[in-house]
């Protein structure tokens, strides 16, 4: 009997790529964030993913500091207009949550496999 080695990779490189937490290789995602069923190289079931909220969490935290923070700063150092305001931030607040949910969703659930953490239970 032989078993596979896997070496030990990074959960941060494994899920910025959305690839498997284990193998390194296969994909993480089947779509946009749907998760796949389970990994096509290595046959890792993907069943201990819970998406919940936390990546959507971070990412309206992130977005919310750095887009607010933004629109403020260029207030302060310009004053422009409203419609520059409009042009500058509606995309930027629409735009970077698009960008930064699968990659954070896929660091987290990368991060999930490799520590081993799983929903509460209560112990009888």
């Known amino acids: 009997m032989t078993d596979n080695y896997y070496p030990d990779i990074s959960p941060l490189k494994t899920g910025l790529a959305g690839r498997c937490p284990r193998c ?10 749907t ?12 069943d201990f ?10 990412v309206m935290l992130f977005v919310g500091i750095f887009g607010v923070g933004s629109i403020l700063g260029v207030e302060a150092a310009y004053a422009p207009p409203f419609w520059v305001h409009a042009i500058i931030a509606v995309p930027l607040l629409i ?5 930064l949910l699968r990659p954070v969703k896929g660091v ?12 509460g239970r209560e112990v009888k």
């Open 95 to 99: 735009v970077l949550p698009m960008l």
């Open 108 to 119: 987290l659930l990368c991060q999930q496999w490799k520590t081993g953490a799983r929903e």
């Open 35 to 46: 998760v796949a069923k389970s990994c096509a190289s290595c046959g890792l079931s993907y």
């Open 49 to 58: 993913a819970d998406g919940g909220d936390g990546a959507a969490w971070f």
């Open 24 to 33: 390194g290789r296969g994909k993480l995602f089947d779509g946009y964030l």
